[in-house]
Nanobody, 120 residues
Framework: QVQLVESGGGLVQTGGSLRLSCAAS????????MGWYRQAPGKQRELVAT???????NYADSVKGRFTISRDNGKNTVLLQMNSLKPEDTAVYYC??????????????WGQGTQVTVSS
């Protein structure tokens, strides 16, 4: 059984910083992509940032230059450093692991979500 556990959300003022972390646990052989998505009230879930096995990063235009994703393949963890936060960054942030390989096959997983609120 694979689980993704997130931490680091909270309330911050505009211009502040937060760091989200996600750890994948279980009998994992490899994970192709790890990343972060977010969903604001009344909106669809959207990609924030992803990192491939080679640590190549992909960012949403809205967060480029402000957010940084980093990944530790050995620990199956992914971090999202969020700087210069804006009220429009307020959302539930979800960790995602794509094509997680275990002894029984491959599948994708989501974390339970962590709330990020940026006050104006």
């Amino acid at each position: 059984q694979v689980q993704l556990v997130e931490s680091g959300g909270g309330l911050v003022q505009t211009g502040g910083s937060l760091r989200l972390s996600c750890a994948a646990s279980g009998r994992i052989l490899s994970i192709k992509n790890m990343g972060w998505y977010r969903q604001a009230p009344g909106k669809q879930r959207e990609l924030v940032a992803t990192s491939g096995w080679g640590k190549d990063a992909n960012y949403a235009d809205s967060v480029k230059g402000r957010f940084t994703i980093s990944r530790d393949n050995g620990k199956n963890t992914v971090l999202l450093q969020m700087n210069s936060l804006k009220p429009e960054d307020t959302a539930v942030y979800y960790c995602r692991a794509d094509q997680v390989l275990t002894a029984v096959g491959r599948r994708d997983y989501w974390g339970q979500g962590t709330q990020v609120t940026v006050s104006s």
